[in-house]
């Protein structure tokens, strides 16, 4: 099991509109997808970069005062996670069995755009690990949905062998 690259990462802000707005109109990322909020703002914003991103999103905003967004030790604002790659579905099931080995899983999802495995550092950081599922296997007009990872299924599905991103 190798480790990729950093897929994205996810910070958690007290103003969610005025960090869209840095990220997209100071910094130039383009703001491909939302998750609605209890009010007038939304609970997540995602962005990536305006070209050459296979990605999703390669920078996720999470609202700071949200319920998800405060674990029960209280997060400020900051960095809510890092998102590492994996390059194959069999790799995937190999970093999440060192993980459960060690104790350090979290939660374990499918997210549609990739199959994730959650989980804490020595020092509580969260730690996404993720195997990207096909380009052509997601859009941004069906809503993220987090459903059960199914590594089995998701095999017969799109096979083993690595992704060429």
Not at 2 to 23: C, G
Request: charged residues 25%; negative net charge; hydrophobic residues 35%.
């Amino acid at each position: 099991m190798t480790i990729r690259r950093v897929n994205h990462v996810v910070l958690s802000v007290t103003d969610i509109r005025a960090s869209t707005r840095f990220y997209r109109d100071v910094l130039g990322l383009k703001v491909v997808d939302t998750l609605p909020g209890d009010g007038p703002d939304p609970f997540m914003v995602f962005l990536r970069t305006p070209e050459a991103s296979d990605n999703h999103h390669d920078l996720g905003l999470i609202r700071a005062e949200s319920p998800a967004a405060v674990p029960p030790e209280a997060a400020p604002p900051g960095l809510r996670h890092v998102a590492f790659e994996v390059g194959s579905l069999d790799e995937l099931a190999e970093v999440k069995q060192r993980l459960e080995a060690a104790g350090s899983v979290k939660e374990t999802f499918d997210q549609g755009m990739h199959l994730s495995v959650y989980c804490t550092d020595p020092d509580g950081i969260e730690i996404e690990v993720i195997w990207p599922t096909p380009r052509d296997s997601w859009s941004y007009e069906e809503p993220i949905v987090r459903k059960p990872l199914d590594i089995d299924g998701a095999r017969q599905r799109w096979g083993s062998a690595p992704t060429d991103r």
